[in-house]
Each structure stands twice: as structure tokens, then as C-alpha cells.
């Protein structure tokens, strides 16, 4: 479909929803916060909380990063559902690791703070950290997309922060 | 979920629903293999559709490709039906400019052959052809993804003759 | 090495650097403000060159986007001056298609404002456009690089506009 | 300078120059190998080292890694002889943590095999491995290009024995 005349992007719409997904999955901005600082306070003697977490709502104002998320967040609850078309439904649902998709996304909201961003992305998505590990073993649940944007936003924020004080 | 013990990587039916999905959007590997003619002809001066087709064929039998085709093709579907959830409902549906998932899955596929072939899909993306303009201006119908994959393809098969080549 | 005690980012020197070589081969900010607005006119009537430059001068104020020019435009010169090892000296001497790492620095500069940006710099590096025509034609001159960032700017710019306008 | 009539792409002496290169700085393939063990023993049991070193060297006859390897390996070569304009000179010398151009090449060579490539990459880049440490506490030379290099190659490996075995 073309695009209608008059058009707006929602950024409210898409900014409240993204934050009350997250929290529906019983993510919190402070839970991210936390893997932010874990990450960072060896670099960033003085670091609090409270500015990682100013710090990661300004990422979730960014279009792209709201874009990112908000399809990866319907993608695991389309797969929750059990609603997305076959053989796609059963490789996300299995999460399987050669996938991709999961990466592709978070990948690209890291990226909007560089490749440094990047890198801190793949670790996060290795080593995991706090409320990613609870995500990656919340069993029954569709959770394919879900610890790869909180990693992202994580991985953004942390590369933010670094061009912030270099 | 974690991943089923014995869970396999569904090639066969992955590649299968490909080509059955771009099908029913009315889009053969030929309308794809004159979207690379069109690109190669004046480098490749005795390039012939069927070795296209053998090599986009070759391309449709990556995973990293399939996944990225696979997931766009849902979501176009899902909005198509108006199941996705909002804003990003609206987002998909109007073609948002400012969107970029499509592009970031189109790109994805498109870089497995090299940033070259990042270059030629953002030249298909602008220029339109074949194909894709028929797709673009399909109206009633979301055809978000589907113009971006035509095009990632075709841009990724460039960027694998381009090599061969050289 | 690793990084001294007290290295600060030199900022403003990397700024005037990346003005002071884009200058050097005849490009000026006017220059890259055309290629925009061929890029924009259609989209954003009362576009003006002015408000287009002075997106430039932001962009160009960007860590990522300095660091991404400075290597591409010392390795053009590395290559002028014959210093580089074989048999990389040829390949950028050449410009061969298949080298593949002006774009890859390039589309880092224009993902920066998203994949919308990417498209962009690839439809740019393809369709050639005001002073990247020139550039691209310069005989005897290495401009592997230059064409690429030139490109890579003016679709960050773009991406940026598209944003605002949304 | 426009290509030349003729010029080829010269994949053996480009594939040959790395070997020499990493040898130079005393990477072995064995070494790199190493890592690939260290990531993927978990996953892929009976992983032999013989077997990884022939997935390396299929990774380094492709042209896209080999070419972001060789301006990697040429960048600290300039810096090390300290060559490079200012600013870029020092910000190499200093491998400042907000350069980033390391990590893109480094994402550049992964993603050829997927984004799960890609991540592997990130997690390489910030928890080190075997040569990898030695090569970033190297003091008194610039090897700011190297260890992201090698993690990179390794990384690919990783993408592409994830992808053989799943």
C-alpha cells in the first residue's frame, strides 16, 4: 500500500507501547540499567543509575531502535500465539541459533551508536547478564526476540555512554 | 523456549515456502533475473538469464537469506490481514518511510555477498525496476517487504556475478 | 599500544582535518548540499540549501562519521603516493569493484541515520550525482574513497531530513 | 584512477600477503583455530582442530575478508611507522575506544556468515581469547587493527561451523 495522505509517524504511540511490552515481560528500565552499569563502571568511575536510565530513554525516543523493537516484540508473540506461517513459526519458537533475524534486528539499534555498540552487543548476547538470563530461561514462553532487544538497548546506551566521556 | 532437542533446520520447506510465497505475489525467478540483467548487461557482456536463475536459485538455498525473505514475507502478511499489533500496524501498512525494517532485512540478505551488494539493493531500493514497480504500486495490498526482498535478491546475485567475474 | 593515560578525542581536530581534505579535492560543503537536494526536493518542498548545509556540518560532527572519513580519505593518499602494500596498492589504485571497503566504510557513515540512509548511499554510488561525477572521472588521481564518503554524507544528511520530516 | 583495462584480482598474492602478514606478527592459523575451539567445543563435540584450520583457510580465500584484512594490517603498519595524518595518527596509536573502524572491518569480515558471525565477534572483541590478549598487551606496537582481525576470522569460522552442524 502506498502511503496515506497526512501520515505521522507515531512516535508517543510507539514509544508508550514499546515501554509497556517490555514491562508486560517484566522488563523494567532499571533492569537494563543495571546490565548497562555492570558493563560500564570500570570504565566510568562515577556512573549512576539514574543517568543510564535517562540515558536509555533518550535511545528509546530514536525511531529506528522503536522500529527494531516493536517487530521483534510482535515476531515472538505472533510465534507465542503459535500464528506465524510454517516453517518460520517453529524455527523462531526453537530460537534456533542459526536463525539470525533476532541478531539482525538488535544488531541495527546497537549500530545507531556505532560499531562499538556492536561489539558490546555480541558479548551481552553470549555472556548474558541479569534480567537476559531470566528471559533466555523463561521456559513455555517465546522469548527469541525479547533478550536480543534488551541487549541492544543495553549495547546502545553503553555506547553512548562511551563516546560521552572519551 | 529453548531450542527442541533434536530440532533440525527445516531447508527443504523453508526454500520451498520461498519461492511458493514470491509466487503468489505474482514474482518468478525470471522477473528477478531481468532485475540483474538489467544491472550486469554492460559488464557482463555475455550474461544469460538461466545462469541468473541458477544463481539466484544458488542464493535462495542460503539460510541467512531464506530467514530475512521469510520474516519479511510474514509481517506483510500479518499486516496485509491486520493482526499486527498498534502502532506498528499502521507503520507497516502506510509503508512508512521512515520504517527501515524492511531495508535492515533486505540489507542483511543483500551483504551476505558483500558490501557491494549493500550498494546495488540501495540503488534498486531508489530506482525501482521491473518487478518491483509493479509490487510498489499494487494498491489494497501491504507490500512492505516484498519490493525490498525482490530487490535484495536481485542485488545479492549481482554481488555474486560481480565477484565471479573480477 | 594501549590507550595513554589521559588521551582525549581530538574533536575539533578531526573536524577541521575532514573539511580542510574535502576541500583540497575541490569538494565544499555546497557541493554535498546539491546532491541532498536533488536527493530531497521532491519530498520536502520548501527545502533550502542553507538549513542542508548546516545538517552537514552536524553530521560531520559526529566521532563515527570523522573516524570513517579520516581512514577513507588516508588511504586514497596512501595509495597517490604508492606507499601501500602490494597487493592492496593495486586493488585501490585500480578502484576494483570487488574491494568492497569504500563502501563498507561508507554505509557504516550513512547507518548512523538508519537504514534509510544505506538505501540512500547505494542508490547514490550507483546513480553518481553532482561532484561525485567529477570526482569518479579525476584520471591519475586515486579517488577510491573520496566518491564513497561524498556519497555516504549526503545520504546521512538525507536520512536525517527524512526523520525530521516524518 | 578509473580501473584499468585488464586488471584482475589478485587472489593469491592477496591470500598469500595475509599469511605472511599474521605470521609476521605471530598469528598462526593453529592459533586462531584455538578460539574456534574455545567457542564451539560445547556445541559441536567432536570438533577437531585439523577441521577447524581448513574452515579458516576457506574463510581467507574470500576476496571481502581478505580485503578488509589487508587495510586493517596496512592501518597499524602506517601507524606503527607513524605515517598517518593527524589526527588519525594518534587516534590509531592510541586505539581509542570510540575509532570503531577496527570493529567495522572486523563486523564486515564476520557478517559474511550471518549475524550470528557477527555476535561471536562482539563476545571475542570484549572477553579476549589466547593470542588475542598477548596481541592487545603488545606494548610499544600498534595493533589496533589485528586483534579485532583475528577475532573476526574467528568469529566467521564460528558462523560457519554453527550453520554446517545445524
Redesign the interface.
Known sequence: ????EG????DT??YE?VKRELRSHGVGLTDIAKIVWEMEYK?IPDLEVGKIIEEIDNVLHK??VL??I??G???D??AQRG??????Q??I?????????D???A??IA??Y???G??????????KSGIMIDL??D??????FIDDIVGAIAAAVCGKL??AT?
Open positions: 500500500m502506498v502511503m496515506q501520515f505521522k509517524y507515531p504511540k510507539a507501547y570504565y525511531r529506528e522500529n527494531n516493536m517487530t516484540l510482535f515476531l508473540k505472533a500464528v506465524v506461517d510454517y516453517p518460520l517453529e524455527i519458537e526453537n530460537d534456533a541459533g542459526v536463525y539470525g533475524v541478531e539482525t534486528l544488531i541495527q549500530n545507531i556505532g560499531s562499538v556492536v561489539s558490546n552487543f555480541g558479548y551481552l548476547d553470549k555472556a533466555d530461561n521456559n513455555g514462553k517465546v522469548n527469541t562511551a563516546h572519551a
